[in-house]
């Protein structure tokens, strides 16, 4: 869970838990609980930071409620959640007279009112409906009707319940700007970007109505706006995701974020296009190769072989274990010719045997037949057999498995101490582990040996 800290008015500190992030039109909005279960949501316009609110109730047909139904909620492990919660780690409540007036300062009354109305779920709506008013007169008074129509048609986009800006956008009076705004036609983002971005947000959008957007953001520089803008683009239009929108989101993901959530973000688009072979290949380029083999064979695609055998032969034994069951079915359907497939199973033998027994290694293996499969089946008749610690060892060495191997070459020498070829494997199975005090010494033991 990603942790904050939301500094309340008085200063004093309130760890936090991020529950979700939504996001809807030009905010995003941040759920926390704190440590006595108090519910808190802070809001975002665009880049900054508004303020942070307790939360007790929703209210139904605020602009939080429509939010959370219409808007993009991400988790709290969601890698984008965490990405965007760990550029800022403290948040500030303030008053909304101290809101006020930070808005008034910074904006100008058309944004101010959108903001304001973000937080109708905290606000008298009586308070943001009287600024809407005058904004809206003050307009008309001064014959600015599109200026305006576009104040309460943009105010429609926070708060579609108004009743006021509901009666006045179907006045007589603006029926051509209605038709204009509801068409879209002749807007631009120079002029009414509040209004084009919110109304295009709640769109399947076409690549030129998403260029439009993205040219906004980059305009604005909102760097997460753009990365969701891009993300959920691509998760809107169905399979196979192009290759120009995953770079296009690799140049973004790669300037902004940490690689785990990079390889977060891979794994959630390959959901969506499992067979998606370039991100297999940003993948790979992240060393994630335990995340490529999960999903190779989760998703039962087409798999590319050289793929699966690169991720195969750079995952440790642990990862590995965790894919046992599958992994050697999967190689047996994959690789027919015998010749290919042995040297790769005995790879596998190899990171497995720490981890499973003799037995359970043989019961895995499909293909029986296999040179390695009848050398486990040898190594299991004579684990239990002294006669045969000499010749259980050799295996265990050419397996790697040298500390299993030196027990048996050990048992071997005691054995048979005048048989120079345990000597021999011992000092061969120390100079693998690195331990070279003792290699020197059966060394010394073999040249000390009567011929």
């Known amino acids: 869970m990603v942790k904050i800290n939301l500094l309340h008015h008085n200063k004093k500190k309130i760890p936090m838990t991020v529950t979700k992030l939504t996001i809807f039109k030009q905010a995003k909005i941040l759920d926390a609980i704190s440590k006595n279960n108090q519910y808190y949501t802070v809001i975002f316009y665009k880049n900054k930071c508004i303020n942070g609110k307790k939360t007790t109730e929703v209210r139904r047909n605020s602009f939080l409620a429509t939010a959370y139904r219409y808007g993009t909620t991400y988790n709290a492990t969601h890698p984008l959640t965490e990405a965007f919660v760990s550029t800022i780690q403290n948040y500030r409540t303030i008053s909304f007279n101290q809101m006020f007036q930070k808005l008034k300062d910074k904006y100008n009354d058309n944004e101010m009112l959108y903001i304001l109305s973000m937080f109708d779920n905290f606000i008298n709506e009586k308070k943001i409906q009287a600024l809407c008013k005058k904004v809206f007169y003050q307009y008309r008074r001064n014959g600015q009707l599109k200026k305006a129509f576009s104040t309460l048609i943009t105010y429609a986009q926070v708060r579609p319940h108004d009743r006021f800006a509901s009666d006045m956008i179907h006045h007589i009076d603006f029926q051509k700007y209605k038709v204009l705004y509801d068409e879209m036609t002749d807007l631009s983002f120079d002029n009414d970007a509040l209004y084009l971005e919110a109304k295009l947000s709640q769109q399947q959008l076409s690549t030129t109505q998403f260029n439009r957007v993205i040219r906004l953001l980059q305009k604005e520089d909102r760097v997460f706006d753009i990365l969701f803008a891009n993300y959920d683009h691509i998760l809107q239009n ?42 297999y290949n940003k993948l790979e380029s992240k060393q994630a190769y335990t995340t490529i083999v999960h999903h190779l064979i989760k998703q039962k695609i087409a798999i590319p072989l050289d793929l699966l055998v690169n991720a195969i032969h750079q995952m440790n034994g642990k990862q590995l274990s965790r894919y046992t069951e599958e992994i050697f079915p999967l190689l047996s359907e994959l690789i027919e010719d015998s010749a290919q497939l042995e040297p790769l199973i005995h790879h596998c033998i190899i990171k497995l045997l720490p981890f499973y027994s003799i037995e359970e290694l043989v019961e895995k293996l499909p293909n029986t037949k296999l040179p390695i499969a009848r050398k486990l089946c040898k190594m299991g008749q004579y684990e239990n057999n002294p006669d045969e610690q000499l010749a259980l060892g050799e295996l265990y060495f050419e397996l790697e498995q040298y500390e299993k191997a030196i027990q048996c070459f050990e048992w071997e020498m005691e054995l048979n101490p005048e048989n120079p070829k345990s000597l021999q494997y011992l000092q061969k199975s120390y100079q693998a582990i690195g331990d070279k005090e003792q290699a020197n010494n059966y060394q010394q033991l073999l040249l000390n040996m009567p011929s």
């Open 238 to 279: 169905l399979p196979p995701i192009s290759i120009s929108a995953i770079e296009q989101f690799d140049t973004l993901i790669e300037d902004l974020l940490p690689d785990d959530c990079i390889i977060s973000l891979w794994e959630k688009l390959l959901e969506h296009d499992p067979s998606c072979l370039t991100i």
